[in-house]
């Protein structure tokens, strides 16, 4: 009885996880450049207490959360000369809360006070030479190589190579997504930059979320739950009955 009961609570608790990253995919939907999470579940077995109590008959499922889709999104032209997107495989490099670098395809770019390229999110962007700083009053200019150039408002024909984005494309495999959204090494050291990395300016990349995909996903996950509750319902009538049988036997 006891087992069932573990059973039915384990299975209910960890749909509960899954339906959470479910949740968590289509609050992103049509957040720019992100990547939804995958969830698997694993086979465990119940173990025995102690030697000799029997063999492992009865399995669990645990949810655990594998990874991201790396599928691209689709990439709309903005005409924000701020905005960029990956064209491919690829990351950018950002500043983590933690001062550590974290990669992300959010190219929604901003200009800080002090004229410092940062995220929407305010993340500082790093370059291969480290931050990169837009002179004022002056109009940024993409490369498909990540080079970043500035033009001055008046003088439009004059550019200046002010610095260059840090493209990184490591392993897929080697990467793993922070709690804070970024994506890193599972090492925890910085990645190289690829000069093979392409980009594109005055552009987006959207989110890669299916939303009929999560929302069937989101159904399926809601009827197994039911499931695990009607397991624990019927492990409550099946203990009434036991404890019956035991009183009409006394």
Do not use: C
């Amino acid at each position: 009885m006891d087992k069932l009961i573990y059973t039915a609570m384990t299975g209910a608790k960890h749909l509960l996880n899954r339906q959470a990253t479910i949740s968590n995919n289509l609050a992103n939907a049509n957040t720019t450049g992100f990547r939804a999470e995958t969830t698997a579940f694993r086979v465990a077995p119940l173990t025995p207490g102690r030697p000799g109590e029997g063999m492992m008959t009865r399995y669990f499922a645990v949810d655990s959360t594998t990874g991201f889709d790396t599928t691209p999104g689709t990439i709309a032209t903005t005409g924000r000369e701020l905005d960029a997107a990956i064209d491919g495989n690829g990351w950018f490099t950002v500043q983590g809360d933690d001062g550590t670098e974290g990669y992300t395809r959010d190219g929604h770019f901003e200009l800080g006070a002090d004229g410092t390229l940062v995220t929407a999110s305010g993340r500082q962007v790093i370059g291969e030479g480290g931050p990169i700083t837009v002179p004022a009053d002056h109009r940024v200019l993409f490369g498909s190589d990540g080079t970043v150039s500035a033009s001055p408002l008046s003088q439009p024909n004059s550019i200046i190579q002010i610095g260059k984005l840090k493209l990184v494309n490591p392993d897929t495999a080697e990467l793993q997504k922070g709690a804070d959204g970024l994506v890193r090494l599972r090492s925890g050291d910085p990645a190289d930059a690829d000069g093979n990395v392409r980009m594109v300016g005055s552009a987006l990349e959207g989110s890669n979320v299916n939303v009929v995909e999560a929302m069937v996903s989101m159904i399926e996950v809601s009827r197994q739950f039911d499931m695990q509750l009607q397991m624990l319902k019927n492990a409550e009538q099946n203990g009434q009955s036991g404890q019956k049988l035991l009183s009409n036997n006394t």
